[in-house]
């Protein structure tokens, strides 16, 4: 099996899980008022459990430079990429402020949770995917303080609340633990119920994604402002990831969080601005738009942006 038919097919199944969502939804299966709880249960547990699972035994973490470039790397990818998308949204004309503010914000962003976690998975190792939770660390940051103000147009306490959560306090206490070598006295049993929990996290997530995408669907018409979908999928899927690479070539960095920066590189728009579009102000049909039309085209160009960057930096890939 050639490297880019290896890439199609881990990504595949990504793809059918989000298509399991919305097909869950769209049957009646998974209804609205089943989504809270089902969220809550894996953000303060399934995730939990998959942060100790990556993290306790991680060599790679127990690096102090990757340690601390890693949430730097995230924090200031995603407030360069907001910062850019702010100054493509005045260059394209966009006069409405919350339209503006939305494009900056979404376009900014790559999804760094559940899409690119199961590519970790499938691709790298342990210490990738205990990496890539620390970076999301300045992911969160970023989102929360650049991104909200960017979105809202000033700084309320209710940003820095939300980097607060507990999937935040589990990567602290995971590699509080790992540098305590706690893998070596922890039962077994304690380890073992940690990962199958861990193992549930990452397909309930694209099932959710999948029904929430599902939910807005109707409210897209691709006509409609292609202006702006054409743009944010440049953007976000060719010139974003053209600089994440050159960050590759010319800062030295472990490999573990070179793979991170491919991995993100390849990511279209986070799906949670749609939300905080929704409750902050912004314009929720241009972020479902954007959304859309990334994650769209994305199954075109996340395996070829893997490839390139596989074949730049030698990754071999196992079948």
């Known amino acids: 099996m050639n490297a880019f038919s290896i890439v199609i097919t881990a990504v595949l199944p990504v793809v059918g899980a989000v298509l399991a969502g919305a097909l869950m939804r769209r049957l009646n299966w998974l209804t609205e008022e089943a989504d809270t709880s089902l969220m809550r249960i894996t953000i303060n547990l399934f995730t939990p459990c998959l ?64 899409i690119p976690l199961p590519l970790a998975i499938a691709f790298f190792d342990k210490e990738t995917v205990g990496v890539l939770f620390v970076h999301n660390v300045g992911v969160e940051i970023a989102l929360w303080s650049v991104g909200f103000l960017v979105l809202t147009g000033h700084t309320t306490g209710d940003g820095w609340r939300k980097i607060i959560n507990v999937p935040l306090v589990a990567i602290v206490v995971a590699l509080s633990l790992n540098m305590m070598g706690a893998q070596n006295f922890l039962p077994g049993f304690v380890l073992q119920t940690a990962k199958l929990l861990g193992q549930c996290a990452i397909p309930l997530g694209l099932v959710l994604i999948g029904a929430v995408m ?29 600089l994440f690479l050159l960050l590759i070539v010319f800062l030295p960095m472990a490999p573990e969080l070179r793979n991170v920066v491919l991995l993100q590189a390849a990511m279209p728009s986070a799906v949670f601005p749609i939300v905080m579009a929704r409750h902050y102000g912004g314009d929720p049909i241009t972020a479902l738009r954007i959304v859309l039309a990334t994650s769209l085209a994305a199954l075109v160009t996340i395996p070829l942006c893997l490839r390139l960057g596989f074949s730049l930096f030698g990754q071999q890939l196992a079948p």
């Open 214 to 242: 599902a939910d807005y669907v109707h409210e897209f018409h691709p006509a409609r402002d292609t202006r702006v979908m054409a743009t944010a999928c440049i953007l976000r899927l060719v010139i974003l990831p053209a």
């Open 51 to 114: 942060v100790l699972d990556s993290i306790l035994g991680n060599r790679a973490l127990e690096r102090f430079g990757t340690l601390t470039m890693a949430p730097v790397i995230g924090f200031c990818t995603v407030a360069f990429g907001i910062g850019l998308g702010w100054f493509v949204a005045r260059i394209i004309g966009l006069q409405s402020p919350q339209v503006r503010r939305t494009f900056a914000l979404v376009t900014g962003i790559y999804n760094y949770g559940y």
